[in-house]
């Protein structure tokens, strides 16, 4: 067995450095173990065209690695968003208005982007917890300036990977973690303990509703322990 494998029902040391990106609305540097991702939140007084009317806002998400990200130089995406790229950019804007009343942020829209710099496995769960902070942040500012009518956020958001690697459940897998996972789950929840985004998927292995309860349960205390890390670094949703 390989150390990756030592780890179990731990996950890996988070740190958060709030305001990373000083001309943002809201930044922020997560890294989880070796993982690090750049999220910033930018404003727009203004929706998208279907929106405009409506009285309500919109928060989407971008997404995107830097070419030295991974052990070998990626290209860079500059004509066309590849197909794993958008399904990960729908991800977090689905995972982060979840829990965003849209109708509260009034008709304008934030943008979150999530910009990781060196990967090692978990880069989308990442995203979805940098992307929650500098929205709540970015919100901040817009409830400084007094453009709110009230509180946006409804809960408190995460999410983390678990998976079966050498037939062990494992939370928080990191890259060669990954690449030796039979089962590979991506999971969203809120604070409160509902389900935001469950992504499973067998690598040439089958799984059971034994296996997926057991997988289940350890990404929900996973993310229960980063959801108390935001609470630590961001304090009360307000």
């Known amino acids: 067995m390989g150390l990756h494998t030592k780890r179990g029902d731990r996950i890996r040391e988070v740190k958060i450095v709030r305001n990373y990106i000083k001309n943002a609305d ?7 173990g070796n993982t690090r991702v750049v999220c910033t939140a930018s404003i727009q007084e203004k929706v998208p065209p ?8 919109w928060v989407t998400a971008e997404y995107s690695m830097l070419p030295r990200s991974t052990g070998t130089r990626m290209a860079r995406e500059r ?11 729908r991800l ?3 995972s982060l208005r979840a829990v965003t009343d849209l109708k509260t942020l009034g008709e304008r829209s ?10 090692d496995g978990g880069t989308r769960t990442a995203s979805v ?7 709540v942040e970015a919100l901040r500012k817009l409830n400084r300036e007094k453009k709110l009518t ?5 809960d408190y958001l995460g999410a983390i990977s678990v998976g079966i690697v050498d037939g062990k459940p494992m939370v928080d897998l990191t890259y060669v973690d990954d690449s030796n996972a039979s089962v590979d789950m991506n999971v969203v929840m809120t604070g409160n303990g509902r389900f935001v985004e469950i992504q499973a998927t067998g690598e040439e292995y089958s799984f059971s509703g034994n296996e997926l309860e057991k997988l289940l ?3 929900k205390s996973g993310i229960l322990e980063v959801i108390e890390i935001h609470k630590k670094k961001i304090g009360e949703l307000k």
């Open 50 to 57: 279907h929106l405009k009317g409506a009285g309500t806002g």
């Open 150 to 154: 009230g509180w946006p956020i409804k």
């Open 110 to 119: 934030i943008i979150v982007d999530c910009d990781v710099i060196q990967a």
């Open 26 to 32: 809201g930044s922020v540097l997560i890294s989880f």
């Open 217 to 219: 349960e350890l990404a």
């Open 92 to 94: 977090i804007g689905r």
């Open 79 to 89: 004509y066309k968003v590849g197909g794993r790229t958008q399904e990960i950019q």
């Open 129 to 135: 917890n940098g992307g929650f902070i500098a929205l």
